[in-house]
Each structure stands twice: as C-alpha cells, then as structure tokens.
C-alpha cells in the first residue's frame, strides 16, 4: 500500500466497497538494521572462524612431513580416504570464504543478489557438513577422537538454516532492502 493515500491532484482516493479504510504513514521497512545486524555479524564471525581453521589446522596437513605421514600407506595414520577428504575440507572452505566475501560486497552494494546467495551458501554448509561428518566417520583416526562436535554442529545448521532461509524468502526488510 501507498503510505502517501493522496493521489496527485490532492484527493483522497475513492473507498471502494468491501475494503477496509487504512492509512498507513510509516515508512517502509529497509537498510541494513533490524536483524540483518545479526547476518553481518555472522558473516564476519564466519568469515574470520573459517580462515582461521584454514590456516591453524588445514594448512599445516600439507606440510611435507606431516602429508607423507598421512598418504604413505605404510604409516599408522593411514586411511585412503583421509586425503581426499583432507583436500575436500580445504576446497570447500576456501569456496566458503570466497562466498562470504562475495556476499559482503552484494550486502553492502544492496544487490538483489545477496539473499540467494545467503541462501545457497546456508544449504551449502549444511549439506558440507553432513558429508564431511559422513565420511570423517568412516575414518578410524577421526571417528575416535569425535568427541560428539560433529554432530553438534550440524544441528546449530539445520536450527541456523530453519531460521534465516525463512527470513530471507519472507522478511520485508530484505525486499525491500536488496533492489539494485
């Protein structure tokens, strides 16, 4: 609804039969506030907590020492599938990365690519998650030292997902926030 119920030449418009008088004059809901506060927050946090993973816990695995350790079928820590997911894990995260920082620019740019983009990246870390703990099951050394986080985590993403992929579909603020 217009919130200006004046038409041009100065006249209210004519009620019509069957519908309820309302003027409205608040100003419609837009910009960055509200909860979109709290995406940015995650954003960073995310943007910062996965960098930081990168380069404290994957990085180090590609040192020669410690990537012979883990590939030489001969060695106790052996598992064929701990390199690919090792590769896998260091793939996705730096996509992620690059994904959050793509995001920053289209959420500060307004664009109206930003809540699918959040969007897909959301069902991303999920379905991430799940393979990752999927497969990290499978293999021995990790299945053992999984304290239960793994399976933490992914519900804190399906309860993340269940809460902002609804807010972005339905969530005034981002309709009319994200229109360049």
């Not at 690519?113 to 959040?118: Q, Y």
Request: charged share 15%; glycine share 6%; net charge negative.
């Amino acid at each position: 609804m217009d919130p200006n119920p004046f038409q041009e030449n100065g006249q209210m418009p004519p009620h019509e039969p069957g519908k309820q008088k309302s003027y409205s004059l608040k100003p419609p809901v837009e910009g960055l506030g509200g909860w979109l506060v709290l995406v940015q927050i995650s954003i960073y946090f995310s943007l910062i907590t996965i960098t930081a993973l990168l380069i404290t816990n994957v990085l180090p695995l590609y040192e020669s020492e410690v990537w012979d350790v883990l590939t030489d079928p001969s060695s106790p820590y052996y598992d064929a599938m701990l390199a690919p997911l090792i590769l896998f894990e260091t793939v996705m995260n730096v996509l992620f990365v690059i994904g959050l920082i793509i995001a920053l620019f289209l959420m500060y740019g307004k664009k109206r690519a930003f809540p699918k983009l959040m969007i897909g990246y959301i069902i991303a870390s999920l379905l991430f998650g799940i393979a990752d703990f999927a497969v990290a099951s499978q293999i021995e050394l990790l299945a053992e030292t999984d304290d239960g986080q793994s399976a933490t985590q992914i519900v804190r993403s399906m309860i993340y997902a269940c809460i902002w992929i609804p807010y972005f579909i339905r969530s005034e603020r981002v309709r009319n926030t994200f229109v360049n």
